[in-house]
């Protein structure tokens, strides 16, 4: 990894690729496919695939990567959390940022993944437009959840909370409340659209809307806001 790389999220002039290093040993055609996803785009390249879980730390310590989607059980011993693999990795490769990954469809994981260190989270079921969001967003220095985990934070939020007549988060649409979330998490308006498939301005429109219904005036209220309603923990952001 150069010391002075730039990672805009066109390419232009002579930028240097985000360098990805997938760890997914035990889902050789998952790893396939994400590396066929990453090697697509124009502003990232997979530059090592580990081949067993010994390799693992030092293929990671030789190649330096910038980003690394990590299956996160695979360095587990019995009884250790995720914290203790991505501890590993991340002292294999102190430069690089991680993104755990669950393929054992354990969605509620996140929240531990990102309190043991990771910077990112994605599950098996992610999206090639996931995938890629994931390693632009950790490269930049942002925090990554998918949208549907996002949405499912949502859904389990408005299942379990009380419902106030004039609570003004009542009043928010599902798709204001996804945005919500997401920004309180650092994601920008060009990240989120690109998570949710839509165009900057309607996110824009929307989180305007959402700012205005709730009364926050920046993301430092809006932080705090989805903090104090419990819609997110402190201790994972």
């Known amino acids: 990894m150069t010391a002075a790389r730039e990672h805009p999220l066109g390419m232009p002039g002579d930028a240097v690729p985000i360098e990805v290093m997938l760890a ?21 390249t997979v530059v090592v695939e580990a081949t067993s879980r010994d390799a693992i730390l030092p293929q990671a ?16 011993t019995a009884g250790a959390g995720p914290a203790e693999p991505i501890d590993q990795v991340r002292s294999a490769a102190p430069g690089a940022k991680i993104v755990a990954l669950d393929c054992r469809c354990a969605n509620e994981q996140f929240a531990i993944a990102l309190k043991a260190g990771a910077n990112g989270f994605l599950t ?24 549907a985990i996002v949405t499912r934070m949502v859904d ?3 299942r379990h909370a009380p419902v106030a007549a004039d609570d003004p988060y009542e009043q928010l649409t599902d798709r204001e409340r996804q945005i919500l ?18 165009s900057e301005q309607t996110v824009h429109y929307n989180r305007a809307n959402l700012m205005e219904k709730l009364g926050l005036h920046d993301r430092v209220e809006l932080l705090r806001y989805t903090v104090r309603r419990g819609l997110l923990n402190p201790s994972v952001l």
């Open 181 to 198: 979330l997401l920004a309180a998490m650092g994601h920008t308006n060009r990240d989120i659209a690109r998570s949710l498939h839509l």
């Open 24 to 44: 997914i040993v035990d889902f050789p055609m998952l790893s396939a496919a994400f590396r066929a996803v990453i090697d697509k785009e124009r502003d990232m």
């Open 124 to 147: 098996r079921e992610a999206l090639a437009d996931d995938v890629v969001s994931a390693v632009r967003a950790v490269a930049a220095g942002h925090t990554y959840v998918s949208p």
């Open 61 to 76: 310590r030789a190649a330096s990567p910038d980003v690394i989607i990590l299956e996160y059980e695979l360095l587990s």
């Open 156 to 158: 389990t939020y408005v």
